[in-house]
């Protein structure tokens, strides 16, 4: 599984059918290797419009006196990550917490910027620099320690198979998957998963899965879409998302494997603006605002309904 970006390294995930540039890995599923393209039904996947979002003036009276006095939310990510943050072929910000930063921006009567910064400044600069970091942060006890974490979405493993899923694909035991051709991308948690579940089938006496590992998730998807491989296994968003870029060629089977929520991250030091970013949050998954940003971006089953303060999490 992906599931977190760590406090000392970026985890990326990503899929592009448009492009072939190959770059390092950092950890689960790359996305760097991709921005949006212009080419193809996928041009035109562009995300929600946030316009029709109504400000709401008894959660814009609970911010401090003087916060977002500028009329701007600042917001940091590491726009590298898709289908949550990336740059567009313009070098604009899209993906799905941007646009839950804009949405929030609406409901508070302001407008909204987000930063491309490197995901290790974030944390650091929340509270001088950026009013908040929205940039995939999984929620971790550490973190916790240090800053307020607002939490809004799961993000797990999950498995994409070709429309109809003709092989019969079923992960519900991954014992189930013995004998098949599962892709993974190289370096990644689920290429680990893969090959330990592969051995898992050895010892009990069935065959093993043929783990194919590639380089980009591109090439895993092409290959899966080629009917050279049976699945492909990423991040749960990623899978969700490769949906819309393939224009329904690709489904998901499974539940989302391993998932921890994701947060929005503020200073500990101002407890009032961070409750009315809680309450707006809270506002945008009550009015089903925040499961429709993502039903725009092909992410299903992640949306959280509700904006809990630094959850317990495991350490």
Wanted: hydrophobic share 45%; with cysteine.
């Amino acid at each position: 599984m992906r599931s977190a970006r760590t406090l000392s390294a970026r985890v990326a995930a990503g899929l592009c059918l448009a492009l072939t540039a190959t770059v390092p890995l950092t950890a689960c599923t790359d996305a760097a290797d991709w921005k949006a393209t212009q080419t193809g039904d996928a041009a035109a996947f562009t995300g929600y419009d946030t316009s029709g979002i109504q400000a709401q003036q008894d959660i814009i009276d609970m911010l401090p006196e003087g916060a977002l006095a500028d009329g701007v939310l600042d917001v940091a990510a590491s726009t590298d990550y898709a289908p949550a943050e990336f740059l567009d072929t313009d070098g604009t910000a899209i993906g799905y917490d941007v646009d839950l930063t804009k949405a929030i921006a609406a409901v508070l009567g302001v407008d909204s910027t987000t930063h491309t910064a490197e995901f290790d400044s974030i944390i650091a600069a929340v509270g001088s620099k950026y009013d908040a970091g929205i940039s995939s942060f999984t929620v971790t006890a550490e973190r916790e320690s240090a800053m307020d974490m607002i939490a809004y979405i799961n993000v797990g493993s999950r498995f994409n198979v070709v429309a109809g899923n003709p092989e019969g694909v079923d992960p519900s035991d991954h014992l189930n998957l013995c004998g098949l051709t599962i892709g993974v991308q190289t370096g990644t948690a689920q290429e680990e998963a893969m090959n330990a579940d592969s051995a898992a089938c050895t010892e009990a006496g069935l065959p093993a899965i043929a783990v194919r590992s590639y380089s980009t998730q591109s090439e895993a998807t092409t290959g899966l879409m080629g009917h050279v491989i049976d699945a492909v296994y990423s991040d749960s968003t990623v899978a969700g998302y490769a949906i819309e870029l393939t224009d329904g060629g690709v489904e998901t089977v499974g539940e989302i494997e391993d998932a921890l929520p994701q947060a929005i991250v503020l200073a500990k030091d101002d407890p009032q603006f961070n409750a009315a970013i809680q309450a707006a949050v809270q506002y945008l998954m009550d009015s089903g605002t925040w499961e429709e940003i993502l039903d725009a971006w092909g992410i299903e089953d992640a949306a959280l309904t509700t904006a809990e303060l630094n959850p317990n999490v495991e350490q």
